[in-house]
């Protein structure tokens, strides 16, 4: 009796990007904004090749910690930050968010989390969403609970290095070097 094989699930993707962009998507906040970082980077794949139809989703608190968010009991954020951003990835792979450097939040028992900006990545042969935090080089992140639970010889993978107009934050979607992704 021949052995059955299982068939493939839908992906993400091949045209996942189409529709889903808008123009002002990667600006968390409008350009000449005071205090405004560009988060740059690279998605690529198991192989190291760029990964150009992929789409990078960002979600995070204010400078003071706060959500743009009716339920965050701390009061909405004010002005143009709106917390989220999203930007497909270019031919090469690159892909650009500007921000503000997010505030530290409260966590669970009375500790804090520290500075840190939600990330998913949606890219073709993905049956789902992959998600991860960026973390700042800078920033003091020893204490923060989340990363604390990441092996220490993959925590590099979660932390975003200082450039002249930001920081940068590359994704390996897998292979040496793979970013840690989280269960949600």
């Known amino acids: 009796m021949p052995k059955l094989l299982p068939t493939p699930s839908q ?26 970082i560009w988060i740059r980077g690279t998605v690529r ?21 706060g959500f743009h968010h009716p339920d965050d009991p701390r009061g909405e954020a004010s002005g143009e930050f709106r917390a989220f951003g999203r930007c497909p990835t270019e031919t090469d792979g690159t892909y650009g968010i500007l921000t503000l450097l997010p ?7 009375g500790t804090t989390q520290a500075r840190h900006i939600d990330v998913s990545v949606f890219a073709r042969g993905l049956l789902n969403r992959v998600v991860t935090r960026i973390y700042f080089e800078d920033q003091d992140n020893a204490e923060d609970p989340t ?3 990441v ?12 450039t002249a107009d930001g920081y940068r934050f590359d994704v390996r979607l897998q292979g040496d070097g793979e970013t840690v992704f989280f269960a949600v």
């Open 11 to 36: 992906t993400v993707g091949p045209y996942l990007s189409i529709g889903l962009p808008w123009p002002d998507g990667p600006y968390v906040v409008p350009e000449g904004t005071p205090g405004a």
């Open 45 to 65: 794949d198991g192989a190291g090749d760029p990964v150009p139809d992929a789409m990078i989703e960002t979600w995070q608190a204010d400078p003071e910690g």
């Open 103 to 109: 505030g530290v939040l409260p966590g669970g028992g």
């Open 147 to 149: 990363l604390a639970t």
């Open 151 to 162: 092996p220490e010889d993959r925590r590099g993978t979660l932390i975003a290095a200082k």
